[in-house]
């Protein structure tokens, strides 16, 4: 394998997707995956992949969610992984009104545990990740220097995505998920117009393959065409119980913020 060749695993994890980018010398690690996931990692790594821990170089955070940032913590505490997120994620959960959010968003993902019929585990996780490399929008991983960071907000303030120029492919954590075969939006999306202006910059990307975070690989899909389909759909009234979750899904800090900006 040439140094910047890679190939993707997918690891069907607790109530989402992990990739791993394996490449000659090093692993890299998306997402952040639930805190239940470590022994699967582990187990996966060590005896699918034959490597050690100590290969896997980063572990981004596409956002706080507890699907997406309860393993790193773990990893890096464990294994000694560092950990990359947008520089705004530790802001997301700050003071009373932020961990109100995150046990909020705890039971929302508890509510996908039943919906789906899983086992019940847990989910704590810290409310700051205190990632070691803090990502800004353009910027390129580090130890990856062939992905790219598109910052994708719109579900959060502070979600990134992963673009990998040469290969075409995008790592799009939870801009568009799939269930039965459909692509739909994720739930919640608190910014609404930046949503829309998210996906619009996704759709404008060369994409050969697309990793979900919720919903497996997708290939040789007009991915323009389904990214510029979701644009209404974001607009669109939803029925309860989702209506009263996307009231309480707003708490953050930040939101108030973006929701200025979403406004204009
Ligand atoms: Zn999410």
């Known amino acids: 394998m040439h140094a910047q060749e890679f190939k993707i695993h997918r690891l069907s994890a607790y109530i989402e997707e992990l ?69 705004e994620a530790d802001d997301w959960y700050s003071g009373i009104r932020g961990r109100v959010q995150q046990k909020l968003d705890t039971l929302m993902a508890y509510f996908v545990v039943i919906k789906t019929k899983k086992p019940r585990k847990a989910f704590r996780y810290p409310t700051k990740l205190k990632p070691d490399y803090k990502l800004y929008d353009q910027d390129k991983l580090p130890y990856f220097d062939d992905w790219t960071v598109i910052h994708a907000p719109g579900h959060t303030t502070h979600q990134i995505v992963l673009y990998h120029t040469k290969k075409q492919i995008l790592y799009a954590a939870d801009t568009v998920l799939r269930v039965g075969g459909y692509c739909i939006l994720p739930f919640p999306i608190n910014l609404k117009n930046i949503a829309a202006e998210t996906l619009l910059k996704l759709s404008k990307l060369h994409i050969n393959k697309v990793l979900l975070a919720h919903g497996g690989v997708c290939e040789n899909e007009n991915f323009t065409e389904i990214f510029l389909s979701l644009i209404p759909k974001i607009y669109k009234k939803l029925k309860p119980p989702f209506n009263y979750f996307t009231f309480i899904s707003g708490l953050p800090k930040p939101i108030k913020e973006y929701i200025a900006k979403d406004n204009n």
């Open 19 to 87: 990739y791993i980018a394996e490449y000659k010398d090093k692993l890299l690690l998306l997402d952040g995956g639930s805190r239940s996931d470590v022994p699967k990692i582990e187990d996966f790594v060590i005896n699918t992949l034959k490597r050690q821990m100590s290969d896997i170089k980063l572990v981004v955070s596409s956002h706080m969610h507890p699907d997406h940032a309860g393993a790193a913590p773990i990893l890096r505490k464990k294994h000694n992984i560092p950990i990359a997120a947008f520089h």
